[in-house]
């Protein structure tokens, strides 16, 4: 069987704040229905690795390749608002906190980041409408983030890290802050919704439950990859829930 295709790369990265490097020549490649785990000690390089992947930070060294629909894309040389554009429209992300806008209800939180790439407010919210039925929150399109359990927000998260289609998703500690039960709702929420449509997740994890349940374990120290383990799945079908 054939490999699947790799959809980000990443090569000889190397990151420093001042004495310390935070990555160390880090070479990474993530591909298409695969979950990858970044697990380390705090200060192990690991969020720095996921921020350099996702083009938030910039490294000093290497190279970091996006396999778009328009072409190869090196992220490390992009502008910031070429890199800001790419964010928006290639990736989602889900924090540990969330990071939604309490004052918007769950449907315009998962609109956002549609509205922002010009899509009509009618469309976009009927769109994000059919995200969050899909992740089980039918029904609670109208309640403000106040209004949901814990769980139920970082559903709404992850229910805006999906809507635009994203190819990669980033998840930073994403049931760092969930009991044991909705920690492995949510994940489960999470792979599903991704990997169901070929798409990738790269996660940075504490929890080996979490790590467990991703395709391969990659592990971080003194901003060099340790080890790893696991093994990129077979190609995966399509997910039934449209762009």
Same mark, same amino acid.
């Given at each position: 069987?054939n490999e699947?295709?790799?959809?980000?790369?990443?090569?000889?990265?190397?990151k420093?704040?001042?004495?310390?490097?935070?990555?160390d020549?880090?070479?990474?490649?993530?591909?298409?229905?695969?979950?990858?785990?970044i697990?380390?000690?705090?200060?192990?390089?690991?969020?720095? $690795? &996921?921020h !350099?992947?996702? /083009?938030?930070?910039? %490294?000093? #060294?290497?190279?970091v390749?996006?396999? +778009?629909?328009? @072409?190869?894309i090196?992220?490390?040389?992009l502008?910031?608002k070429e890199?800001?554009?790419?964010?928006?429209?290639?990736?989602?992300?889900?924090?540990?906190?969330?990071?939604?806008?309490?004052?918007l209800?769950?449907?315009?939180?998962?609109?956002?980041? $549609? &509205?922002? !790439?010009?899509? /009509?407010r009618?469309? %976009?919210? #009927?769109?994000?409408?059919?995200?969050? +039925?899909?992740? @089980?929150?039918?029904?609670?399109?109208?309640?403000?983030?106040?209004?949901?359990?814990?769980?139920?927000?970082?559903?709404?998260?992850?229910?805006?890290?999906?809507?635009?289609?994203?190819?990669?998703?980033?998840?930073?500690?994403?049931?760092?802050a969930l009991d044991?039960?909705t920690s492995?709702?949510?994940m489960? %929420?999470?792979l599903?919704?991704?990997?169901?449509r070929?798409?990738?997740?790269?996660?940075?994890?504490h929890d080996?439950n979490?790590?467990?349940?991703?395709?391969?374990?990659?592990?971080?120290?003194?901003g060099?990859?340790?080890g790893?383990?696991?093994?990129?799945?077979?190609?995966?079908s399509?997910?039934?829930?449209s762009r």
């Amino acid at each position: 069987m054939n490999e699947t295709p790799v959809i980000l790369s990443a090569s000889g990265l190397v990151k420093t704040y001042g004495e310390t490097r935070a990555l160390d020549d880090v070479t990474l490649r993530v591909r298409a229905g695969e979950a990858v785990a970044i697990m380390g000690a705090s200060g192990s390089g690991k969020t720095t $690795l &996921l921020h !350099t992947l996702a /083009g938030i930070l910039t %490294a000093d #060294a290497g190279s970091v390749t996006l396999d +778009a629909p328009i @072409g190869r894309i090196r992220i490390d040389q992009l502008s910031d608002k070429e890199r800001s554009r790419l964010r928006r429209e290639e990736f989602g992300f889900v924090f540990q906190q969330g990071l939604l806008i309490p004052e918007l209800t769950a449907v315009e939180n998962v609109a956002l980041p $549609l &509205l922002l !790439t010009g899509h /009509g407010r009618a469309q %976009a919210e #009927a769109h994000a409408a059919r995200w969050l +039925a899909a992740l @089980g929150l039918a029904g609670m399109e109208q309640r403000r983030i106040g209004q949901l359990s814990g769980g139920q927000a970082q559903r709404v998260a992850i229910a805006r890290a999906q809507a635009t289609g994203a190819k990669v998703l980033f998840a930073d500690e994403p049931t760092g802050a969930l009991d044991s039960a909705t920690s492995a709702d949510v994940m489960t %929420a999470l792979l599903d919704s991704t990997l169901s449509r070929g798409h990738a997740l790269v996660v940075v994890t504490h929890d080996p439950n979490v790590a467990a349940r991703c395709s391969r374990v990659i592990r971080m120290q003194d901003g060099r990859i340790t080890g790893a383990q696991g093994a990129t799945p077979a190609p995966v079908s399509a997910s039934e829930v449209s762009r």
